[in-house]
């Protein structure tokens, strides 16, 4: 079956700092790749994609690239700003968008 | 605004009683679906439905019950709550071929 692995949260980090949110997969068969973000009291919005090996999702300066060999899909931001302060699951599917598989989530915080 | 609604927004239901929570999409799309979010756990699939007259089993099915009489409109039943069925509840949208879905604000359910 599929799985999806992320790293355990709380992060905790100071504004323009750098960003590495780590998640790792299992799937059967060639899965698609997504972040989605969860900002406080809301639903989740997706924050980029990657639909096959060696694509590079990117969105909000955020980034992920699809990586086969690793079967990983690490997020990462150059700068973080404190509006960037959610939970961010990763997650991914093999076969419509919605019948998603999604990891336990990560929590970030960023202070001034 | 075009998009997902569920109602309630928030719900304190006592044990043993049935409820049934709402979902109602405008951008016709023919997937929806029901995750709950539990926290250490994510979110995962409850319910699913690729067109209006059909419905499907996702990972934790078990206590509830959907249904899906036209495009629209995809209710999610708990027959008889339990305590364990506490989480909040996401409702989302897609079209068959998307690799996007959308999600709904959520309803946070509290069996007592």
């Known amino acids: 079956g599929n799985s999806v692995t992320q790293m355990e949260g709380p992060v905790t980090l100071s504004e323009e700092a750098f960003l590495t949110i780590n998640c790792t997969y299992t799937?059967?068969?060639?899965?698609?790749l997504f972040w989605y973000v969860q900002y406080p009291g809301e639903g989740l919005q997706l924050l980029l994609k990657?639909?096959?090996?060696?694509d590079k999702g990117s969105n909000k300066g955020f980034e992920a690239t699809y990586r086969k060999e690793t079967t990983s899909f690490h997020l990462e931001k150059g700068s973080v700003q404190v509006s960037d302060s959610a939970v961010y699951f990763c997650?991914?599917?093999?076969?419509?968008?919605?019948?998603?598989?999604f990891g336990t989530g990560t929590r970030l915080q960023v202070t001034l | 605004i075009a998009g997902i609604t569920q109602a309630p927004t928030s719900q304190i239901l006592a044990a043993g009683r049935r409820m049934t929570l709402r979902c109602t999409q405008d951008?016709?799309?023919?997937?929806m679906y029901w995750y709950r979010q539990d926290l250490g756990l994510g979110l995962r699939l409850i319910h699913y439905?690729?067109?209006?007259?059909?419905?499907g089993k996702g990972e934790v099915p078990d206590g509830y019950s959907v249904s899906r009489a036209n495009t629209d409109d995809f209710p999610l039943t708990l027959a008889s709550a339990v305590p364990s069925q506490t989480s909040v509840y996401f409702c989302?949208?897609?079209?068959?071929?998307?690799?996007?879905?959308?999600f709904g604000q959520g309803t946070r359910l509290t069996v007592v």
């Open positions: 989302a949208s897609s079209t068959l071929q998307g690799t996007e879905a959308f």
């Open positions: 799937a059967t068969g060639y899965p698609s």
């Open positions: 990657a639909t096959k090996a060696d």
């Open positions: 997650a991914l599917t093999t076969g419509t968008a919605s019948k998603l598989t």
């Open positions: 951008m016709r799309h023919n997937a």
């Open positions: 439905s690729n067109t209006a007259g059909t419905t």
